[in-house]
């Protein structure tokens, strides 16, 4: 019996060695620069009846963005920039499974604060004729004049309360689906005053993560491991009884 315990010692322990020794899967993604297939592009509330005033142009090295609020306070007003993965609604996503960290960098005026959004498709909840029915993640970003070069950890993104009240979603349905994300969004912060120009200029947006593959490999063998520890002691032990 001890030999046996021995044998499985020495398998977990070469087990550990190899998981140190390979090398983690690295992912990396750009949002902008565009990949293929991708697309950028400006909103505002005008087609609602809103005021707001945009002015936007995209290169292939800078997504240049500028607006002011519609003036009105009383009523409600959005602006913002939309990479969008999945223009044409073929359901082409990303998959963001191993994604850790989101990556920005761009030059920001006229504002404190921005809102950044990750919109996924949710089998459960997701309309495809309905953009709105995308799951979103949301992060108040607070950003200073100048260039900011933001690293964000994907895991402060949150489903905020109003996605579930619009919906009419439970909130026990609040898997994330990395697995499916269809687009990034940046907008104004939620006191952006009314009338005042904010300028946000994109350098680059990215994600990165690594691979958990490997890990899941290893607490496989463990739980083998365990399972025959415990299938080699049980007999032993009814054995001894019997005698």
Same mark, same amino acid.
């Given at each position: 019996?001890?030999?046996?315990?021995?044998?499985?010692? @020495?398998?977990?322990?070469?087990?550990?060695?190899?998981?140190?020794?390979?090398?983690?899967?690295?992912? %990396?993604?750009?949002?902008?620069?565009? *990949? +293929?297939?991708?697309?950028? %592009?400006?909103?505002?509330?005008?087609?609602?009846?809103?005021?707001?005033?945009?002015?936007?142009?995209?290169?292939?090295?800078?997504? #240049?963005?500028?607006?002011?609020?519609?003036?009105?306070?009383?009523? %409600?007003? /959005?602006?913002?920039?939309?990479?969008?993965?999945?223009?044409? *609604?073929?359901?082409?996503?990303?998959? /963001?499974?191993? !994604?850790?960290? $989101?990556?920005?960098?761009?030059?920001?005026?006229?504002?404190?604060? @921005?809102?950044?959004? @990750?919109?996924?498709?949710?089998?459960?909840?997701?309309?495809?004729?309905?953009?709105?029915?995308?799951? #979103?993640?949301?992060?108040?970003?607070?950003?200073?004049?100048?260039?900011?070069?933001?690293?964000?950890?994907?895991?402060? $993104?949150?489903?905020?309360?109003?996605?579930?009240?619009?919906?009419?979603?439970?909130? %026990?349905?609040?898997?994330?689906?990395?697995?499916?994300?269809?687009?990034? +969004?940046?907008?104004? *912060?939620?006191?952006?005053?009314?009338?005042?120009?904010?300028?946000?200029?994109?350098?680059?947006?990215? !994600?990165?993560?690594?691979?958990?593959?490997?890990?899941? @490999? #290893? $607490?496989?063998?463990? $739980?083998?491991?365990?399972?025959?520890?415990? *299938?080699?002691?049980?007999?032993?032990?009814?054995?001894?009884?019997?005698?």
């Amino acid at each position: 019996m001890k030999k046996s315990y021995t044998i499985l010692a @020495i398998i977990a322990f070469i087990a550990i060695v190899v998981y140190i020794a390979l090398p983690k899967k690295q992912f %990396s993604e750009n949002i902008f620069p565009l *990949g +293929e297939g991708a697309a950028v %592009s400006a909103y505002d509330d005008n087609a609602d009846g809103g005021s707001s005033v945009v002015q936007f142009k995209a290169t292939d090295s800078l997504t #240049l963005f500028q607006c002011a609020l519609g003036g009105d306070e009383k009523k %409600s007003a /959005w602006c913002g920039l939309v990479f969008d993965f999945d223009p044409n *609604g073929e359901k082409k996503f990303h998959n /963001w499974t191993n !994604v850790d960290t $989101l990556h920005l960098d761009m030059d920001v005026s006229g504002t404190d604060e @921005i809102n950044l959004k @990750i919109w996924a498709y949710d089998p459960d909840v997701t309309d495809m004729a309905n953009p709105g029915s995308y799951r #979103l993640l949301l992060k108040e970003v607070p950003v200073k004049p100048g260039r900011n070069k933001v690293d964000l950890p994907f895991e402060q $993104l949150y489903v905020p309360d109003f996605w579930y009240d619009n919906l009419g979603v439970k909130r %026990s349905l609040n898997r994330r689906h990395h697995e499916s994300i269809a687009r990034v +969004e940046i907008s104004a *912060g939620w006191k952006q005053p009314h009338g005042k120009n904010f300028v946000l200029n994109v350098r680059a947006i990215s !994600v990165t993560g690594a691979s958990n593959t490997t890990y899941g @490999i #290893l $607490l496989f063998i463990f $739980l083998g491991l365990m399972i025959v520890a415990i *299938g080699r002691r049980h007999p032993v032990k009814e054995s001894n009884e019997k005698k």
